[in-house]
């Protein structure tokens, strides 16, 4: 129930807020779904279903839309369409059918002169709708014509500009307590995703989607919807799909264009999370400045005195940050490592791991301060041993119960 709210809510307040829905329904079908026609006739649906009044002079047939489209009713597929051939026609227009000459046919068929010779007319081509529906369903439960196709009884060719958009559909799904799960209408793949992909185009999101309309400067802005909704993506998205540009390996020129090699310090002296999307500092990072001779590291087996180091031609170390020299160790120095570490403490993770840091730091172990602070007994059975024992446990052993 949570997902089916939390992916309509959009279509909640179209239903509750009447004055306001014009503003948010969609301009037309989608051209996935409804692939473009070509209706080479003429026709009046106005004429046809208006009711004449001899008093006022209007004139016309006061015809029900099931008068010409008989079998609508019973259809169960979207690809039945019930278009009224000449067999319909017939019963009203039979001289100008039955052996009529090419003007009469060019009553009906645009592409026919009617001083011609040639009776062969253009057929109609109105390809199937890429979605699940039934009419007979839909009759059957009550639904109106003009429900769905609101317009075409004031106009005169009906074409697929008329079908319902998906806001209407949902609307009229929700009045009725009706699902409005994706898969209830869309077409899917033997895995339950939806299939998105059609000769027509491609199927996305639009207006309302749980804010994942799939353009603008969507490419860069996807991970809100993606971190409020999973399933939602998921209905379309494998996770193979954010591999192709989430993996890790590949450099996208769409977010790191150009020189970025040379520049990128500056992402993450930014202290940029979007950089851990894809990243691991600790061995990416790490591992990419080793590869490029920016840095050489001491014995990988011994993780304590694993430390990234950059020399110049002398051998003397410069670093990628201040040295010791510098005061990078001297807390009454500006160059203090630990002001870089509470400014930044991923730009640190990008070289170092935490056991590093207790060579110093650890509670006994070194000359950096002790970590608990002026009174460790505090901490003793409080929440920095519930709620965050992977810190202690750096340096006190499990079976050791003396600091919980």
């Given amino acids: 129930m949570r997902a089916k709210h939390t992916l309509w809510m959009g279509a909640v307040v179209l239903v509750s807020t009447t004055a306001t829905a014009a503003v948010f329904f969609e301009a037309g079908p989608d051209p996935a779904i409804f692939p473009p026609q070509q209706i080479p006739i003429y026709f009046n649906h106005d004429y046809h279903v208006r009711k004449p009044d001899e008093a006022t002079g209007v004139q016309g047939e006061g015809l029900r839309c099931t008068f010409c489209h008989e079998k609508a009713g019973d259809e169960l597929t979207a690809a039945e369409t019930d278009i009224p051939g000449h067999s319909s026609c017939d019963s009203c227009h039979g001289e100008w059918i039955d052996d009529a000459p090419i003007k009469e046919c060019a009553r009906c068929h645009k592409d026919l002169d009617p001083t011609g010779t040639s009776s062969k007319a253009a057929g109609l081509t109105i390809p199937p709708a890429n979605i699940k529906f039934a009419h007979a369903s839909h009759v059957k439960a009550g639904v109106e014509c003009t429900s769905c196709h609101n317009n075409v009884p004031n106009k005169t060719v009906a074409t697929r500009d008329d079908y319902p958009t998906m806001d209407r559909c949902i609307a009229c799904h929700l009045e009725k307590q009706v699902s409005v799960e994706c898969q209830t209408c869309h077409l899917t793949q033997p895995s339950g995703r939806l299939v998105t992909q059609f000769a027509s185009g491609v199927l996305q ?5 749980v804010a994942a309309v799939h353009q603008g400067n969507f490419l860069k802005d996807h991970a809100v919807p993606a971190q409020r909704d999973k399933a939602y993506c998921q209905k ?3 996770e193979s799909d954010c591999l192709q540009c989430h993996d890790g390996v590949g450099r996208d020129a769409r977010f790191h264009p150009g020189d970025f090699i040379s520049t990128h310090f500056m992402q993450g002296k930014k202290d ?3 950089c851990e999307s894809c990243h691991n500092f600790q061995q990416f990072c790490l591992n990419c400045h080793v ?13 304590p005195t694993r430390k990234t180091i950059r020399v110049d031609g002398t051998g003397t170390a410069i670093g990628p940050h201040p040295m010791s020299a510098d005061g990078w160790l001297t807390p009454q120095s500006r160059n203090f490592h630990g002001f870089f570490a509470q400014r930044n403490i991923r730009s640190c993770a990008s070289c170092h791991q935490e056991q590093y840091c207790i060579t110093c730091h650890g509670s006994g172990t070194g000359s950096g301060g002790n970590p608990h602070g002026p009174n460790p007994q505090r901490l003793k059975g409080n929440t920095a041993s519930q709620r965050a024992a992977r810190a202690c446990l750096k340096c006190h052993d499990p079976a050791d119960s003396s600091w919980r």
Wanted: aromatic fraction near 4%; include cysteine; charged fraction near 20%.
């Fill in 236 to 238: 379309c998205h494998s």
């Fill in 291 to 303: 590869r490029s001779g920016v840095a050489t590291v001491g014995d990988a087996l011994n993780v």
């Fill in 205 to 209: 999101p639009n207006r309302y989607h």
């Fill in 272 to 274: 940029d999370s979007r």
